[in-house]
């Protein structure tokens, strides 16, 4: 190891990359004394993270195989996404998890605190146990009301929430990577598909047990299991997630039960989180993203509102400083700031933070996003109980629904989504604004959730697809949005990052399945690979690196925009890689023909293969 690093890291980052000077061979004697030379940096960073997986395993030796060195990178990546990142991303809220998640710098004062729900007899019982072995753990009991008042009275006592235990131990979760070391809302449903076709349905199963815990306890399924996320929801996949991992379940008969159990839990949440408060508007009869707070979100990084602070501290005569502190306490109110913060933290709820299409109006909006996904909602409650339940199936609180009771709910979106959120002219989708009653033009990713969701007819599908390649195609992959829409809105202020010219995995992974479904196979593969082939290049070029996101004009791991780029900073070699990015690769895998994964193993450039 030191041999390769003295020679061939010639940055300094613990890592041999496409960056470090010009490579020279490197010369082995193998065992049977013949001279290997290694010529490429994929080969000789490969080395170095095999030596480095020894050197941590505390092996004094390691007998490598030429071909361990020269894997295939689409096979390397795979396999030490199935074989070594899943179990690096898993995580147990018990007695054997909790110092991996506490000691994280989210942590920011002594005390490992974990947050256990009022009704929650197991677990109320099971962490003052703990409570009495540990001196730094310090247990919360929650009150039965969550209230954005209380959440704001513990933005100085951060905490973890407690998860669902049985049998004694903490039902396990994937996390996304980094730091983001807790249970996400949507991530994890991507998370879920990589592990079911990686043969880890027992994870999958245990993040929808871990998602019903949430709801069952803390109302809704959070954006994260942190004490500052107990008033925010994250984009609804739960209905998707219970019916393909029931679907991938060898032995249905006997996991009926979980079944009706998870599906009553799933109907709860449309209910009561999306249905019945402000996440639905009457005017409309559809939906938005609306999470309620008080003040500056707390988890945001230092000066993450600088701008905003400055020019309202300006209007007080206050330096910034100040200003955020009396803002903090209350001492200074401004109607003002409190609305944007609304719109800061319905952005947040959305997923994507954060992105000009949502800024200071996500709470005025009907997105098509969140529309799409509820109608998956209701079109997988009539399907399982079509199918699982002989067209009637009761909750666990005893209500009756039919599936055409839930049919009769999609139609009634479908009409009121083309209502409101299609533009005729433009032949497309878009979000609505319930305040000034028009439709934003603002041409992103989520304008195409509706080809996942199953609710365009094939002509909408004819208009969208086109749209779709031509607005929102990089040489990497799909974007975040337009370079149109994104010039338009930011007026040259800073990047946002779910914005050009930056690719997300969701974003992939819903609208190649969108493309399939309606028969766009040609167009699917071609996005499948421009991702994929962004993955590997950047994995072979940079020691294995498999990032938060991608700059996909660039096709570029390297992204500076707001918060950098989660899971590009390791020395040696990447023990995770990130969770929904893991999940697209081995997705994308799955529906590329083997003539295309070896077109990846040699690294053809997309615009070579799928002509401009």
């Known amino acids: 190891m030191d041999d390769l690093l003295s020679g061939y ?35 000789i960073s490969n080395l170095l993270q095999e030596l480095a997986i020894a050197h941590e395993e505390h092996c004094e030796n390691l007998t490598i195989s030429l071909s361990q060195i020269q894997e295939p990178p689409a096979e390397r990546i795979s396999r030490r996404i199935r074989s070594h990142f899943w179990d690096n991303l898993t995580r147990t809220i018990d007695a054997k998890g909790l110092e991996r998640i506490m000691d994280d710098e989210k942590m920011d004062d002594d005390h490992q605190r974990i947050y256990v729900p009022y009704n929650d007899s197991v677990g109320i019982e099971y962490f003052l146990g703990l409570q009495k072995k540990r001196r730094n753990l310090e247990v919360v009991i929650l009150p039965p009301e969550i209230t954005p008042e209380y959440v704001r009275s513990i933005n100085e006592l951060p905490g973890i929430l407690s998860l669902k235990i049985e049998n004694g131990k903490g039902v396990p979760f994937v996390v996304p990577g980094g730091r983001f070391n807790e249970m996400y809302g949507w991530d994890s449903y991507f998370e879920g598909i990589g592990l079911i076709i990686d043969d880890r349905l027992d994870l999958a199963k245990a993040m929808v047990d871990n998602f019903c815990y949430q709801i069952e306890h803390y109302g809704k399924i959070l954006n994260a299991n942190r004490s500052y996320y107990l008033t925010r929801t994250q984009p609804p996949f739960l209905s998707s997630f219970i019916r393909e991992v029931y679907t991938a379940m060898p032995n249905k008969d006997e996991n009926k039960e979980w079944l009706a159990y998870s599906l009553s839990i799933a109907i709860k ?12 508007t ?29 020019e309202h501290a300006d209007s007080y005569n206050l330096p910034v400083l100040k200003f955020e502190e009396k803002y903090k306490s209350g001492e200074i109110k401004d109607s003002t700031l409190d609305c944007y913060f609304v ?72 009409i009121r989504m083309k209502q409101y959120l299609w533009d005729d002219e433009k032949q497309c989708y878009f979000d609505y604004n319930i305040k000034t ?6 041409m992103a990713a989520t304008n195409f959730f509706p080809l996942w969701a199953g609710l365009c007819t094939k002509e909408d599908a004819a208009h969208l697809v086109p749209i779709l390649m031509s607005e929102l195609k990089a040489q990497g992959g799909i974007l975040g949005s337009s370079r149109a829409s994104t010039e338009k809105y930011s007026n040259g202020l800073v990047n946002r990052q779910w914005d050009y010219p930056y690719g997300w995995a969701p974003h992939q992974m819903l609208l190649w399945k969108g493309l399939i479904d309606y028969g766009y196979e040609t167009e699917a593969r071609e996005m499948i690979y421009r991702w994929l082939w962004t993955i590997t290049q950047n994995a072979v070029d940079y020691n ?17 925009a707001e918060y950098g780029n989660v899971g590009t900073e390791f020395a040696y070699i990447t023990k995770s890689g990130f969770g929904w990015m893991n999940a697209s690769y081995q997705y994308g895998l799955s529906l590329l023909d083997d003539e295309y994964i070896q077109k990846l193993d040699n690294l053809e450039n997309p615009d070579t293969i799928f002509k401009v």
């Open 9 to 43: 890291d010639t940055d300094g980052d613990k890592k041999i990359t496409k960056d470090d000077a010009p490579q020279k061979d490197y010369y082995m004697m193998s065992t049977n004394g013949d001279t290997i030379i290694l010529r490429n940096t994929y080969y």
């Open 269 to 280: 949440e449309y209910e009561n989180v999306w249905m019945n408060g402000k996440r639905y």
């Open 282 to 310: 009457p005017e409309t009869g559809l939906n938005r993203y609306y999470a309620e707070g008080i003040g500056i979100p707390p988890e945001t990084e230092p000066g993450h509102f600088r701008v905003i602070l400055q």
């Open 343 to 414: 719109h800061d933290r319905t952005l947040r709820e959305s997923g994507h933070d954060t992105t000009w299409r949502l800024d200071n109006v996500a709470a005025d909006l009907n997105c098509v996003d969140v529309n799409s996904l509820l109608y998956k909602y209701e079109k997988d409650f009539e399907f399982l109980i079509a199918t699982y339940f002989n067209e009637s199936f009761i909750t666990e609180s005893g209500q009756t629904y039919t599936n055409e009771y839930w049919h009769e709910k999609t139609v009634t979106r479908k």
């Open 437 to 442: 009653k028009k439709q934003i033009d603002f």
């Open 544 to 560: 294995g690196t498999i990032p938060e996101k991608y700059d996909v004009v660039a096709s570029t791991h390297k992204v500076y």
